[in-house]
């Protein structure tokens, strides 16, 4: 079974600041690494996602993630945080089922707090 | 968010009561799937779709049945509604080998 595993619930940043969210996962296949964010009272959207193309992977908002296979990691990076940035951020995992769909394995998030 | 719509958003429900949420999507997206949200679990599966009539079951179905009979709605039954089934569920869409497409959510109490 595959898993995600984000450390840290709660990540507070300085505006300006570099933002850094840690997702590790575990897999038996190549994986389909995903980061979705979540403002509140809404859905999901995705920020990017890997599907074993260039290692660094850029995202939406400014954010980018490198996948790193040895440390079996997916570290999400933004240069410099804004306000506008405080939400939640999900890690997910893709597990492929035959045919081609992809049933998605979530960290537990990390709420990302941004201060003047 | 893909043109896909949850219905009801919010819902206050009794325990023991059957309860349905509906997913609509105009995506024409092959794969469907409900998940629950809860605060410490993330998101989790519970049962998903591969077409019209074909269902699965995910990680957390117990208590939990679905019906697609149209590509376009995907609906989720509370057979019998307990407390502990009190969450966020988001319906999400995908065609092969992208990414999913999460709908706003609803939010159901059992009381």
């Known amino acids: 079974a595959q898993s995600v595993t984000q450390l840290g619930s709660h990540v507070s940043v300085s505006e300006g600041a570099l933002v850094l969210l840690r997702c590790n996962y575990s897999s038996s296949v190549p994986p389909y690494l995903f980061w979705y964010v979540q403002y509140p009272n809404q859905g999901l959207q995705l920020l990017l996602k890997?599907?074993?193309?260039?290692?660094l992977v850029k995202g939406i908002n400014g954010f980018e993630a490198e996948f790193k296979k040895s440390e079996t990691s997916f570290h999400l990076t933004k240069p410099s945080a804004h306000m506008s940035d405080a939400a939640e951020y999900f890690c997910?995992?893709?597990?492929?089922?035959?045919?081609?769909?992809?049933?998605?394995?979530f960290g537990t998030g990390t709420q990302l707090k941004v201060e003047l | 968010d893909a043109g896909i719509t949850q219905s009801p958003r919010h819902k206050v429900t009794e325990t023991g009561t059957p309860v349905t949420l509906r997913c609509h999507q105009t995506e024409n997206h092959r794969y469907m799937y409900w998940y629950r949200q809860d605060p410490g679990h993330g998101l989790r599966l519970i049962h998903y779709?591969?077409?019209?009539?074909?269902?699965d079951k995910g990680e957390v179905s117990d208590g939990y049945s679905v019906s697609r009979s149209k590509t376009e709605d995907f609906l989720l039954t509370l057979e019998s509604a307990t407390s502990s089934q009190t969450s966020v569920y988001f319906c999400?869409?995908?065609?092969?080998?992208?990414?999913?497409?999460f709908g706003q959510g609803t939010r159901l109490t059992v009381v």
């Open positions: 997910a995992v893709s597990d492929q089922f035959a045919g081609g769909g992809n049933k998605l394995t």
């Open positions: 999400a869409t995908g065609g092969r080998n992208t990414e999913a497409f």
């Open positions: 779709s591969y077409g019209v009539k074909d269902t």
């Open positions: 890997y599907t074993s193309a260039a290692t």
